[in-house]
């Protein structure tokens, strides 16, 4: 498969649960032949080493192409003038929604989806909390409204996935699906089966 690798992703991992996600997805945009930048917040890590193990981690940063430092203000995810292709945020905490939702730059992932949004180019957030206050809630529309697709973390077990790794690997697919990634693998859905 032959990807433009010219116009690459980020994929932001902040301190949500579910990081098993973003593994999933950067294999997926990896296996496509889609050049992926990494950025993980320092809560990111820690979840990330819980979720994951310390391997799991280590496989996460080794599979990217290029690994930014979240407090690295100046890397080039931080210019609306760097060509993307798409920046996801996954999982994404209720803290960097609300931080992109309002505009606060304070970190690299919180900077880069800014740029994603003043340059309009395609935003995808997978907050995962439960349940949902008022502010959470807010948040997501401002972010909607602002430009960004919200794509909570909710799988569907429609598919009959057979291990958490499956169900994982479908939700991320879908994300990429809908970045227009070629997921061969992802059915379409052709209904119930006949009884
Ligand atoms: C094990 C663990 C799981 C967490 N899960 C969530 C979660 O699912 N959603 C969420 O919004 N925050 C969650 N948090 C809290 C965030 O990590 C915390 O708010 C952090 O400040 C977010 O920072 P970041 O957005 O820079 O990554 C979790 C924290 C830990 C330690």
Redesign the pocket.
């Known amino acids: 498969m032959t990807e433009d690798k010219r116009e690459p992703l980020v994929l932001a991992v902040?301190?949500?649960?579910?990081i098993l996600y973003a593994l999933s997805f950067l294999e997926i945009a990896q296996g496509a032949g889609v050049s992926v930048h990494l950025i993980v917040?320092?809560?990111?890590e820690?979840?990330a080493r819980?979720?994951l193990g310390p391997e799991g981690l280590k496989s996460l940063i080794e599979l990217a192409d290029e690994v930014h430092d979240?407090e690295n203000l100046a890397a080039p995810p931080a210019s609306g003038s760097a060509r993307w292709r798409a920046m996801v945020v996954v999982?994404?905490?209720?803290?960097?929604?609300g931080?992109i939702a309002h505009g606060i730059s304070r970190?690299l992932?919180q900077r880069a989806a800014d740029c994603f949004l003043k340059e309009r180019r395609p935003l995808v957030l997978v907050?995962?909390?439960t349940p949902l206050n008022r502010i959470h809630l807010e948040n997501m529309l401002r972010a909607h409204d602002a430009g960004a697709v919200i794509f909570p973390a909710m799988p569907g077990f429609y598919q009959l996935p057979s291990s958490i790794e499956d169900l994982a690997r479908a939700f991320a697919g879908r994300i990429a699906n809908h970045l227009g990634i070629p997921v061969p693998w992802l059915e379409q859905w052709k209904g119930l089966p006949e009884e």
């Open positions: 902040t301190g949500g649960s579910g917040s320092a809560a990111g820690t979840v819980h979720e979240p999982p994404c905490s209720m803290g960097t929604l931080a970190n992932i907050p995962r909390e």
